[in-house]
């Protein structure tokens, strides 16, 4: 969604919870759906993610849960995140939602995202596992660095990317949030 801005900081939450849930992913579904990294080879290549809430049609309503969102109780982990979301931007709900790891030492390349349910979803980044000075999220010619634990917003209406240049893979959980004011009935 295009926010006028380049980032929003929406607040804090407690990482521990979610963080604990990672250690409950099989290594091996880490590398499982490769969907990401096929379509945007180039953008997506050094990128791992577990679908929590995904469709390969990127559908705006009823988003298909898959395992990880029930085995790790996803829906109780984000009571804290839904709040502020619904605070911020009113009643809404979860188009998608995934966990994404990007490999130490590398990048997200530069990138817009496109469709019609990214115009209407607010992009959310929450950092989990990374050397956070270390991690620049860059939007337009701004960057910025995320702590664990907190909310942001980002503008993926413009060019946007992501540099690890740690020496960990960074893992943020990302979530384009969409609300019930009647943006976006006309989408699938």
Not at 2 to 24: A, Y
Not at 74 to 83: A, S, Y
Not at 139 to 158: A, H, P, Q, S, Y
């Given at each position: ?107 997200v390349a530069r990138h817009i ?66 609300t019930l004011d009647g943006k ?5």
């Amino acid at each position: 969604m295009n926010i006028g801005v380049n980032f929003k900081f929406l607040g804090t939450i407690d990482p521990q919870p979610l963080i604990e849930s990672l250690s409950k992913i099989e290594d091996v579904d880490w590398g499982a759906d490769t969907f990401r990294q096929d379509t945007y080879k180039g953008i997506h290549s050094a990128t791992q993610a577990i679908h929590l809430i995904y469709d390969t049609d990127f559908r705006h309503f009823n988003g298909t849960k898959h395992k990880y969102w029930s085995l790790l109780n996803m829906e109780e982990l984000l009571k804290p995140v839904m709040e502020s979301l619904k605070k911020e931007y009113g009643p809404g709900y979860l188009a998608r939602a995934v966990f994404v790891k990007l490999f130490a030492g590398k990048n997200v390349a530069r990138h817009i995202d496109v469709g019609g349910s990214y115009t209407l979803s607010h992009r959310i980044h929450i950092s989990l596992i990374a050397e956070e000075d270390n991690i620049m999220y860059i939007v337009r010619d701004e960057d910025k660095t995320f702590k664990l634990g907190e909310i942001w917003e980002i503008n993926d209406m413009v060019e946007h990317e992501v540099k690890n240049n740690s020496q960990i893979d960074r893992i943020n959980l990302i979530m384009d949030y969409a609300t019930l004011d009647g943006k976006g009935w006309w989408w699938k």
